[in-house]
Nanobody, 125 residues
Framework: QVQLVESGGGLVQAGGSLRLSCAAS????????MGWFRQAPGKEREFVGR????????YYADSVKGRFTISGDNAKNTVYLQMNSLKPEDTAVYYC??????????????????WGQGTQVTVSS
């Protein structure tokens, strides 16, 4: 099994930046895609972005495109979510997730099998 632990959340002013980390342990070799999702209060969890194993392919939701960047460090089994130009509407609990099935598109919660515990990001106006 794969275990995921997020870190790096916090409080930041609008326009600021944060970098979230997602450290994977266990059977990480079965992971094909790493995704980031977020859930704001009173809203459903939504897709933020994903990266393929090896970091060759990334894909982002329109709401974060151009502001957020996903990268990975294979040696550390860690995936990062760099968030720039943050807005109050980015406030949410952010989750990383691992998909253990090979899929050409993985933008839904159902495409992921393992989830981290989440980390709170709060952007003040």
């Amino acid at each position: 099994q794969v275990q995921l632990v997020e870190s790096g959340g916090g409080l930041v002013q609008a326009g600021g930046s944060l970098r979230l980390s997602c450290a994977a342990s266990g059977r990480t070799f079965v992971t094909y895609t790493m995704g980031w999702f977020r859930q704001a209060p009173g809203k459903e969890r939504e897709f933020v972005g994903r990266v393929s194993r090896g970091g060759g392919v990334t894909y982002y939701a329109d709401s974060v495109k151009g502001r957020f960047t996903i990268s990975g460090d294979n040696a550390k089994n860690t995936v990062y979510l760099q968030m720039n130009s943050l807005k109050p509407e980015d406030t949410a609990v952010y989750y990383c997730a691992a998909g253990t099935s090979l899929k050409s598109i993985a933008n839904s919660e159902s495409d992921y099998d393992v989830w981290g515990q989440g980390t709170q990001v709060t952007v003040s106006s």
